[in-house]
């Protein structure tokens, strides 16, 4: 069974750059999306990125400019780094899993989320 | 604003049933994406509730069934449980963004 941990700072201040670290176990890397989705106070889901074991990235249009996702496969870790930060960013960040099964897949493991907040 | 649409709130009587609604499009799940869905009870994180329209993870009570039909989804939950109230989302893939999308969530109060 996989388990995802996300780790980071929960303050960040405007214009700077939120930094995030998920460390998984139980889980093949090979075979999996590794994803960061976020969730703003009383809102819904949003699918920030993801990156494959090969590298590969995807990002959500609105967002790509401004984010970072890598995977340190030493560690069993992947981040996120999301620059130029504004209050609307304030939200509580989760990682998960996807199997790679392409644009049918779905999240089946999550991490339990950390709240960032933008403020000065 | 979603890419995908569920009502905010539902509600209903324990044994009762209830239906969440998710509606899409011609671009995410009228063009024949898979639709899941998750279980988020208070405080805690999204769990995986049904992937692939209809299947349930082991470990999902056969109370939860979801189907697929046209640009919209949804989900039943029959003989309603306290346990079962928490907030409800459906997530899809859309072929003009070219992302994963979400519905905005639908809080469900068991009475």
């Known amino acids: 069974q996989v388990q995802l941990q996300e780790s980071g700072p929960g303050l960040v201040k405007p214009s700077e750059t939120l930094s995030l670290a998920c460390t998984f176990s139980?889980?093949?890397?090979?075979?999996?999306?590794w994803t960061w989705i976020r969730q703003p106070p009383g809102k819904g889901l949003e699918w920030i990125g993801y990156i494959y074991y090969d590298g590969n990235t995807k990002y959500y249009p609105s967002l790509r400019s401004r984010v970072t996702i890598s995977l340190d496969m030493s560690k069993d870790q992947f981040s996120l780094r999301m620059s130029s930060v504004t209050a609307a960013d304030t939200a509580v960040y989760y990682c998960?899993?996807?199997?790679?099964?392409?644009?049918?897949?779905?999240?089946?493991?999550w991490g339990q989320g950390t709240l960032v907040t933008v403020s000065s | 604003q979603s890419v995908l649409t569920q009502p905010p709130s539902v509600s209903g009587a324990p044994g009762q049933r209830v239906t969440i609604y998710c509606t899409g499009s011609?671009?995410?799940?009228?063009?024949?994406?898979?639709v899941h869905w998750y279980q988020q009870l208070p405080g805690t994180s999204p769990k995986l509730l049904i992937y692939?329209?209809?299947i349930r993870p082991s470990g999902v009570p056969d109370r939860f069934s979801g189907s697929q039909s046209g640009t919209s989804a949804s989900l039943a939950v029959t003989g309603l449980q306290a346990e079962d109230e928490a907030e409800y989302h459906c997530q899809s893939f859309d072929r003009s963004l070219n992302v994963w999308v979400f519905g905005g969530g639908t809080k469900l109060t068991v009475l």
């Open positions: 998960a899993r996807a199997p790679a099964h392409g644009s049918g897949t779905y999240f089946s493991q």
């Open positions: 692939g329209n209809n």
């Open positions: 139980g889980g093949s890397i090979e075979s999996s999306y």
């Open positions: 011609s671009s995410n799940i009228g063009a024949g994406y898979n």
